[in-house]
């Protein structure tokens, strides 16, 4: 079997190991694709995310999909949900799994994740896929959880005047779940032209590449930054009008989140912050068979998983939108 572990930052090692053995409760499972997620990038740039650090060489890879290998389930498709809760705690009790205190994650601490052409994991956390939705695309569906996940936290609503800043795959999404809401305006900021592109492609009315000073009205009911720097936060902040909402979905490079508080203050806002996701598969996947959201747009890159490094160095330019990594491809 081959796998790809990252030993600390932008260092990346494709090599041969041994095929992992299911455990109770646990299925083997054949990756097919694994899509590469702005918090990755920052395990592979930085060396972790705040103060999770990299403390042994770990296979990344969250966003996954693959085919059962053997058992009573052999032969179906599934998406992997990534994170293991306790299933004990108060937050798990009351379906907050992801503020779970003791909360497992693929690709992180002790869990490897899926850059890898075998794995096994929990059969309660194996979620089976129809076959309209390519196993290219069942990656999506992870980050598509965490859209719904902050929809669900600060709905868009009919009539609503909606920001999206930042238009990464993530923000993509956030660009098609607001756009089921049919908000009067949906404005994407985002200062990548084929980023502004496929905003407008998946629903966005209007897209601009970035607020000068002064500019943007602050007539914005909500605004979702989807990226996480010190301008897409600035620029939320300014978007939103008085009374509004700034939903704060992105990952800081730095760990650290500011904005103007004068501002912020005056116009009495709102701010939510997003924390990965809540199981909420079925409409997830509901949404994409019916077509109100679409994945395939969003892949711009597919790679086989010996070239997984040359993956995520191109993810980092930010030169395309989704990359995916297929285990099982040959390299060509």
């Known amino acids: 079997m081959r796998a790809a572990r990252l030993h600390g930052p932008r260092d990346l090692q494709v ?22 997620c702005g918090s990755d990038l920052h395990w592979f740039l930085e060396g972790g995310i705040g103060t999770a650090r990299i403390e042994r060489p770990i296979v990344p890879g969250h966003e996954m999909g693959g085919t059962i290998v053997a058992g009573p389930r052999a032969g179906q498709r599934v998406a992997i949900e990534p994170a293991v809760p306790c299933g004990t705690c108060r937050w798990c009790l009351a379906a907050q799994v992801n503020l779970c205190p003791t909360v497992g994650f693929a690709g992180q601490d002790d ?25 290219v ?76 000073p002064g500019e943007g009205e602050p007539i914005h009911d909500l605004v979702i930054d989807a990226s996480g720097s010190p301008g897409a936060v600035a620029a939320a902040v300014e978007l939103a009008r008085p009374g509004g909402t700034v939903v704060l979905a992105g990952i800081p490079d730095d760990d650290t989140t500011t904005f103007r508080a004068s501002t912020a203050r005056r ?66």
């Open 111 to 135: 869990r490897d994740g899926g850059l890898r052409e075998l794995m096994t994991w929990p059969d309660n956390l194996l979620i089976t896929v129809p076959d309209v939705i390519e196993d």
């Open 137 to 212: 695309e069942v990656p999506l569906l992870e980050p598509l959880l965490v859209s719904l996940y902050a929809d669900q936290l600060a709905p868009a609503r009919r009539g609503d005047h909606v920001a999206v800043v930042g238009c990464g795959p993530i923000g993509l999404l956030q660009v098609q779940v607001a756009a089921m809401a049919e908000p009067a305006s949906l404005l994407a900021v985002e200062p990548l032209a084929h980023r502004r592109t496929a905003a407008l492609s998946v629903g966005a009315t209007a897209a601009i590449d970035a607020l000068g």
């Open 15 to 36: 090599g041969a190991e041994p095929e992992p053995v299911p455990g109770p409760g646990e299925s083997l499972v054949r990756v097919d694709a694994v899509g590469i």
């Open 267 to 332: 116009k009495g806002l709102t701010f939510v912050l997003v924390r990965r996701s809540v199981p909420a598969h079925e409409r997830a996947i509901r949404l994409v068979e019916t077509g109100h959201v679409r994945l395939a747009p969003l892949i711009s890159h597919r790679l086989p998983l010996e070239e997984a490094p040359a993956a995520f160095e191109l993810a980092a330019r930010r030169d395309g939108l989704k990359v995916v990594v297929e285990p099982g491809r040959s390299v060509a």
